[in-house]
């Protein structure tokens, strides 16, 4: 399965809005912190797919982002998703309740105590040096486990 999808992180005073998926089932993100955003829908570009999917997640509209990179994120032999990311420092409207579970204000520096993907603390670490527009390939075996991960087509040393 080949799929496209979004993912932000809206920051606001040193911190990220973290989405911490507790509510599908079957869900591969079961239990992680992650951004927000989802699958593109048909005819849609990465930057509309950031936008509805924002809104629909947080209540959010917004008003300033940046496209930081391409994430490649290979699940065991079935899932491949290209995976755009962003971040966003501008946002206006009302928060809402997230079906896909709790939204919170995570301050940056807590970000890696969190339950996350290994692959994210890579991305995170390259958005936090200011890292220009990247692509990262990440890796991983059934059991969530990260075998592989490339910055720019070059080989990356995991642990």
């Not at 979004?6 to 992680?32: A, P």
């Amino acid at each position: 399965m080949v799929s496209l999808s979004t993912l932000c992180y809206i920051e606001k005073d040193d911190q990220y809005l973290m989405l911490h998926r507790t509510v599908k089932k079957n869900d591969i993100n079961k239990d992680k912190w992650i951004g927000v955003g989802g699958h593109f829908e048909k005819g849609e570009s990465p930057e509309e797919c950031l936008l509805r999917e924002v809104k629909e997640e947080t209540g959010y509209t917004l008003t300033s982002w940046k496209y930081r990179g391409i994430v490649t994120f290979i699940y065991g032999e079935d899932v491949t998703e290209y995976m755009s990311l962003y971040t966003a420092d501008g946002f206006e409207g009302e928060a809402i309740p997230c079906d896909e579970g709790q939204l919170e204000w995570v301050e940056k520096k807590k970000i890696e105590e969190l339950e996350l993907w290994e692959g994210d603390k890579i991305f995170f670490r390259l958005l936090e040096e200011g890292q220009p527009f990247f692509s990262l390939k990440l890796v991983y075996d059934k059991g969530a486990e990260l075998q592989y991960a490339a910055l720019d087509g070059k080989t990356l040393e995991l642990g």
